[in-house]
């Protein structure tokens, strides 16, 4: 069977739950060092408990990437493919998206689909639908 390609504008998300963003350097380096990391020839997916009644997002793109404007591209692709799947995502973890060189090239259905997979196998989204989204932070 062919892959389908998700056309993301036809997704309706709630605009009333805010994606939370981890900015704080050493946050991320805790999560580097502590967290568990999974991976993906796209991306790796590090996640850690925060002890908060909401879930944290930050992401990292190096200059391996490109210029500038090719790590801005990926930074806004990534984002979006996050948001569209944050309702699922439970409370109470940091994650952080750390970019490899070949999402520079990839569709946003296959970035879309490896952060599917990867917040999956981190075991972050919710295994039952009785439980409430991710709190805004």
Sequence with gaps: SQRQAINHRQVAVPQDMPMARLRQSSRFEEIRTKGRW?????LAVGVLENGLQCSRCGFSV??????????NRV???????????WHDVA?????????REPIATATFADIT???HLLLDRSVVLHRAAAEGAAAPC
């Design 38 to 42: 999974r991976n993906h020839r796209l």
């Design 62 to 71: 190096g200059k391996r990437l490109g210029n500038a404007v090719a790590r």
């Design 75 to 85: 930074r806004r692709r990534l984002r979006e493919a996050v948001r569209l799947q």
């Design 91 to 99: 409370p109470g973890w940091d994650i952080v998206f750390a970019a």
């Design 113 to 115: 689909a490896a952060v």
